[in-house]
């Protein structure tokens, strides 16, 4: 680095510090202790290692849980890109302080967060053939029963992404989505919508028709702060940031179809994958296991009964009408 680069680089250094009423000088002072960054340190591994804790002596099981945590580290990449897209780029924390540098988004920013999305989903379900082929049946049919009544279901950061892609009024279960032809953005109407989630269907059990154990226990930590991302997202969801974009760049193709994409991603690849994959498991002769939550898989995974499409707007009648058919009818198929 040349002396006149340097230079520069300290007065902004000077000028950081200043701004925060603190020294400069001492934090150079601090620099030069430092230490220095090795991989294992920054990326905490021996730490992560340590977060598989297996309720069974079953070796499979290890399988089992790592997955599901990568899928829960992909969709946390997932909900850092529903953010950036919300706030336009811009870095807003927890706090709510603004850290960002962005007023308005860039044309391309949304297809690109769009983009990286449907990559995140395109590896997990893709890599679904680890859980699909990597466990021996009768070791899963074993420790599962160790298991409950946790479920997949209970997945809160997967709900956070429905809830950040589409109008509340698109969640709602099929049978009762005639009731809420418009969305709302008040808590009123938000809370009302809720009550008839689509997936409360899907953790019932298969006899009583009551909720399970595994739905109350979600209710319980996590309702209240879905409802309050649903209020805070109403506006800034995906269709939301899509509508409000300039008419030329909400006509381009590319954008549509990573749109396109993503509604079949979440909607359509990733459950089914799921269901797939539970049939390999859960199906005897036909004759449906209950999972561990008892939940009602065999209904509530399955696109082409729930019918769950975050921007409808962009299908025709006939793509929604079949809407998943074509995946299931060749799932059976080739079972």
């Known amino acids: 680095m040349n002396n006149e680069l340097l230079q520069e680089q300290l007065g902004k250094l ?3 510090y ?7 000088n001492a934090y150079l002072d601090g620099l030069l202790l430092s230490n220095y960054l090795p991989y294992w340190e920054y990326t905490s591994v021996d730490t992560l290692m340590t977060l598989q ?7 499979d099981e290890l399988v ?18 529903y953010e950036q897209i919300a706030y336009n780029g811009r870095n807003v924390l927890p706090n709510g302080e603004d850290k960002g540098w962005r007023e308005t988004m860039e044309p391309g920013f949304f297809k690109e967060r769009i983009r990286r999305i449907n990559a995140y989903f395109n590896a997990l379900t893709t890599s679904y053939g680890v859980m699909e082929y990597g466990m021996e049946k009768e070791q899963f049919l074993r ?35 005639h009731k809420f032809t418009q969305t709302a953005s008040d808590e009123k109407g938000i809370r009302e919508m809720f009550d008839y989630i689509y997936w409360k269907a899907g953790a019932t059990e298969l006899e009583s028709g009551k909720k399970t154990l595994t739905l ?20 800034r969801n995906l269709w939301a940031k899509y509508s409000a974009l300039p008419e030329a760049e909400k006509k381009d193709e590319g954008l ?15 459950p089914l994958q799921h269901y797939k994959t539970a049939a390999r498991y859960l199906l005897r002769d ?6 561990t939550g008892g939940t009602n898989w065999q209904k509530y995974l399955p696109p082409r009964f729930m019918k769950r499409i975050f921007f409808p707007e962009l299908w025709t009648v006939e793509e929604k009408d079949n809407w998943g058919k074509g995946w299931v009818e060749d799932l059976v198929k080739n079972k």
């Open 53 to 59: 804790k297996p309720r069974t002596d079953f070796p």
């Open 14 to 16: 000077q000028d950081k």
């Open 143 to 177: 420790f599962r029963m160790a298991l409950l009544p946790a479920s997949g279901f209970q997945s809160a950061q997967y709900r956070k992404i429905e809830i950040c892609s589409t109008a509340m009024n698109n969640l709602v279960h099929v049978n009762h989505r």
């Open 216 to 235: 109350k226990q979600f209710e319980e930590k996590y309702s209240e702060d879905l409802i309050c991302l649903a209020v805070k997202y109403a506006d």
């Open 256 to 270: 549509i179809e990573e749109m396109k994409k993503l509604d079949l991603n979440v909607n359509v690849n990733w």
């Open 64 to 81: 089992f849980i790592i997955y599901h945590q990568i899928t829960e580290l992909y969709f946390r990449l997932a909900l850092h890109e």
């Open 18 to 24: 200043e701004a925060m009423g603190q020294d400069m």
């Open 286 to 291: 036909d004759e449906g296991v209950a999972a």
